[in-house]
């Protein structure tokens, strides 16, 4: 049974797994809740699981975080575009000298959260997940799980294998989930963008799953491309991405099974896209180093249209 207690800021498809695989290891665990909160308060949670079913009759849930006790490892799995509300959400339930694990997509995330909370270590995480929410409290794991996790410093300089890493990997691994821990965070984060931005972009442009855009000849060379000017953006920052990791990630693509997007699923439940953080940030941050991407760009200008017009 491990130490730390846990805080699940943001209970769907990511944050309810991870969260529900820690407290049915032993762990302590408090879920924030929104449109949930009475389903979950009264009958637990509920996770399909490739890994194995399971259910947590009584779960300790809140749909206020003043409610909520300090705990020693708040989760942030909310979407990017909620980020908003982290400077109402996360003081109240962090300890002093507690960790923010920031289990998001994209860039700059952990330097945004840095300025909202102090004497805190902020520890980024790289979530390989296929995970749906299929119900108020009931969440279907597909596949995969592993997590690479990444402390972070002011401009994002490289901090090694720390103590509080290898702690909360403890508790993630006695859970059943694989974790890596990485020495660099801005490489583990450039890495995931090699994913993110091809599946989730190309998803909701062209409406497909991941196995479409694999099986078609043309779209499978655009995700390639978009794989390279990811490669070409990390470069700009000083990290290098070898091809043998693009290539691990079409063929662990062409492995999953037929999966339809966070991105996609967003768009389709007419709810705003993270394309800021997984597109936009990456586009600036290559551009601060005299660095261009045009097919990202383009994907970026598409996607900004399609999100503007499915929230009129």
């Known amino acids: 049974m491990g130490n730390l207690s846990y805080a699940i800021i943001g209970t769907g498809a990511l944050g309810g797994f991870y969260g529900a695989k820690l407290q049915n ?28 079913d399971f259910m947590l009759p ?10 909520m006790p300090p705990c020693d490892v708040v989760i942030v799995a909310l979407k990017t575009t909620k980020n908003y509300l982290l400077p109402q959400l996360l003081p109240p339930v962090i300890k002093d000298n507690g960790t923010i694990l920031v289990l998001q997509n994209g860039l700059n995330i952990e330097t945004e959260i840095a300025q909202i909370v102090k004497n805190v270590t902020i520890i980024g995480g790289l979530c390989f997940l296929c995970s749906n929410k299929v119900g108020a409290g009931h969440i279907h794991h ?12 002011v401009n994002y300089q490289q901090m090694g294998i720390t103590s509080r890493m290898q702690e909360i990997c403890q508790d993630f691994e006695n859970a059943g989930i694989k974790i890596e821990l990485t020495e660099d965070l801005l490489l583990g984060r450039w890495k995931k963008l090699v994913w993110n931005i091809p599946y989730n972009g190309l998803s909701v442009i062209l409406d497909a799953t991941t196995d479409e855009l694999m ?38 693509t062409l492995k999953m099974k037929p999966y339809r997007t966070s991105m996609k699923i967003d768009f389709d439940e007419f709810r705003p896209l993270e394309v800021e953080a997984i597109i936009g940030n990456p586009i600036k941050k290559a551009a601060e180093n005299n660095v261009n991407l045009p097919l990202i760009s383009g994907l970026y ?3 900004k249209f399609l999100d503007g017009r499915n929230s009129n």
């Open 25 to 52: 290891a032993g762990s302590e665990v408090h879920f924030l809740l929104n449109s949930d909160y009475e389903q979950v308060s009264q009958n637990g949670l509920i996770i399909q699981s490739k890994d194995g």
């Open 58 to 67: 009584q779960v300790n849930a809140y749909n206020n975080v003043e409610k």
């Open 142 to 153: 597909l596949d995969y799980g592993q997590i690479t996790l990444g402390e972070y410093a």
């Open 215 to 252: 099986a078609n000849s043309y779209t499978r060379a655009l995700v390639e491309k978009l794989m390279l000017e990811v490669q070409l953006g990390a470069k700009s920052t000083g990290r290098e991405i070898p091809d043998s990791f693009m290539q691990m990630m079409l063929d662990y």
């Open 301 to 303: 200008q598409q996607l």
